[in-house]
Nanobody
Framework: QGHVVESGGGSVQAGGSLRLSCAASGRIFSNYLMGWFRQVPGREREFVASIYGSGGVTYYVDSVKGRFTISTDNANNAWYLQMNSLNPEDTAVYYC??????????????????WGQGTQVTVAS
């Protein structure tokens, strides 16, 4: 079994920054596919970014490219989402996720096996 726990959410003014962290324990290893998703009420959980811990290949949804950066700390079994130039449309509950399987469908929440409980990010205009 494995567990992931997010931290680092909060409230910020538009244009500000936040850094989300995801700590993994148990049978989650640094060569996994790790990702971030977000969800607002009434909408499906959407892909934000992902990274392969083994090689560092990253993927982003177009709306966050150039503003968000996903990274890993393999020594500590953790990954991060640095969010800059935040805008109100980024307001959501953010979830970290992981899977031991490589997948071309890195954007599909169904390929991920481990999920955190979510952390709220609120961006005020």
């Amino acid at each position: 079994q494995g567990h992931v726990v997010e931290s680092g959410g909060g409230s910020v003014q538009a244009g500000g920054s936040l850094r989300l962290s995801c700590a993994a324990s148990g049978r989650i290893f640094s060569n996994y596919l790790m990702g971030w998703f977000r969800q607002v009420p009434g909408r499906e959980r959407e892909f934000v970014a992902s990274i392969y811990g083994s090689g560092g290949v990253t993927y982003y949804v177009d709306s966050v490219k150039g503003r968000f950066t996903i990274s890993t700390d393999n020594a500590n079994n953790a990954w991060y989402l640095q969010m800059n130039s935040l805008n109100p449309e980024d307001t959501a509950v953010y979830y970290c996720a992981a899977t031991p399987y490589a997948s071309s469908r890195y954007f599909d929440r169904s390929v991920y096996d481990y999920w955190g409980q979510g952390t709220q990010v609120t961006v005020a205009s």
